[in-house]
Nanobody, 121 residues
């Protein structure tokens, strides 16, 4: 199995920053794409940012120029630097990775448990 552990969430005021981390561990595996999703109260889960193994990063319009997704392949980690946070960024943020266990021929998706981000004055 592949386990994902997120960290870095918390309570901040508008305009402040947070850096989320997600580390994958478990059996031998290979990671392809890595992404961050979020789900606000009363709303559906949405894709925030994604970084493919060999493609350009992509962001939802509401976070462009404020958030930056990055990865460290040696650490099997993905990060989300969130600057100029707004109240509408309040949500539970979930890490998602596209990975293949060594005993498999196919890639599948794994989810973290989520980390709460609250932006309020």
């Amino acid at each position: 199995q592949v386990q994902l552990v997120e960290s870095g969430g918390g309570l901040v005021q508008p305009g402040e920053s947070l850096r989320l981390s997600c580390v994958a561990s478990g059996s031998r595996f290979t990671i392809r794409a890595m992404s961050w999703y979020r789900q606000a109260p009363g709303k559906q889960r949405e894709l925030v940012a994604t970084v493919p193994s060999g493609g350009n990063t992509n962001y939802t319009d509401s976070v462009k120029d404020r958030f930056t997704i990055s990865r460290d392949n040696a650490k099997n980690a993905v990060y989300l630097q969130m600057n100029s946070l707004k109240p509408e960024d309040t949500a539970i943020y979930y890490c998602n990775v596209e990975a293949r266990e060594s005993i498999r021929l196919y890639y599948t998706y794994y989810w973290g448990q989520g980390t709460q981000v609250t932006v309020s004055s």
